[in-house]
């Protein structure tokens, strides 16, 4: 089988001679030295690793790379687009929704992935939809309120009163 | 923790991916969405030689409808999909809870349908990392002959823990396995061996194509409830899916009723005693009666981590009863 494999990351095309057993992940860390995704726990349970492929959140650790063949996938480096960060990522900054920084950009996608899908998300589906990242220094709550403020800035009219972030 | 070497290929039709899969027997192992399957091979559970990649055989992705035929669900669905498709959403709720408390979010998206259904039984001594493991004999299910669970038995004890099992089993769905020999329609129950050493039964060629369902009656309620540790990530530790069916007119009989269980054996549990209801008013004797029923049944064992194995046993009566009554109530309303 043709080991030559098009992958469209980050909204660029790559042409890669993938291994069989090359996750995605390693594919992005070792190959494309695209750190940014981290390596977690690697079987599936942290969500470190989350990227999106074809809009739907996926784990790079359990990915295999040959299978992303034709895909579109997006990873942290690609969330700010002609060089502005994303409402998510610069409410992260402003919320201060970063401790030790591991989780960060796993949730980010997975947040994306929510706000892509659902613009103005309540606070239990913002919770849903970040449950498969685990935040080990446990900071969720800040994470979730900057999830809402970002969600609260995407909305077409302005909040009264010149309230610009929605509090939990 | 690097994968194994192993070779790749991805077939464009189903009818390849079958004589592929028959022609290298053990040695080859369908992947679908590979959650599980890629777990089990970075911990060194599994060893094929050849992955076979389904994502590219057609018709396997799709949902369909209709008032005749009911629901057919191809089996490279993912939870995800299945959950948000707003057919499943009106008529099939019990599938949408049931897909929505599997894994996480990621997991949802990855996994699929059939992939869900055939998925592999779990043990704490098996799914164990590969370098804990090495303290313990192997067990019956990695080829030795002890386990681990039952440290007498000859057989092996690992649990059924599929979600999808279940609520499916409950609405009363068939499966279409493809294969050397054709396509082949059975009951779902049939899927399941009942052996945990190998609980699928699917032979070497075989694979599940699609998951049927009838379609939903009206005055019909389903729920499955699941017991775990946390709201996210785990598998159940007990799983309780009810389908009940009134009859039309107030006095609330019942017309057709199936109770289903997970993770309290080693292959999903059908109550038959639930069709005894049927034709009967629902009376709260009738319901303690049931939920008797299905703790007699219901076999935990030591083999999962979190909660006690007397813990959940003693769980089993309040999980029918409660889906029970949350059935019924959602087949008045």
Redesign the interface.
Known sequence: ?DKTVRININRESYELEL?????LLDLLREQLGMTGTKKGC????C?AC?VIIDG????SC???A??CRGKEVITIEGMAENGRLHPLQEMAIEHGAVQCGYCTPGWLL?AK?LLDNNPSPTLDEVR?????NICRCTGYQKIEESILAAAGRSLPAPAPEGESSPRV | ??????????PESLGQACRLLESRGEEAHP?AG??DL??AL??RQKFPKM?V?L?AVPNLSRIEYSDADGLRIGAMV?L?RLAANPIVREKYPILVQAALSV?????Q??GTVGGNLCQDTCCMYFNRSAMVRQSLEPCHKLGGCICHVVSSSEECWAAYTGDLAPALLALGASVSMAGPGGEQRLPLQELFSGDGKRPIALRPGQLLAEIQVPAAPPRSGAVYLKLRQR???DYPLLGVAVHLTLERGENGHCKTAALAMTAVDKAPILLQEAGKLAGRKLTEAQIRELARAAYKRAHPMKNLYGLTTKYRLSMVEVYVEMAVRQALESAIH
Do not use: H
Request: proline residues 5%; negative net charge.
């Open positions: 089988m291994e069989p057993n090359q996750t690697e079987i599936g349970a969500g989350t739907e959140p996926a784990l359990m990915t295999l040959l299978r997975s992935v849903s939809a970040i449950s498969g | 923790m690097k994968l194994p070497k192993f070779e790749y290929a991805a992947i590979g959650t890629l777990m970075k911990n992955l990649d994502g993912s995800r894994g996480t979010v990621q997991l998206a990855m709201e996210t990530l």
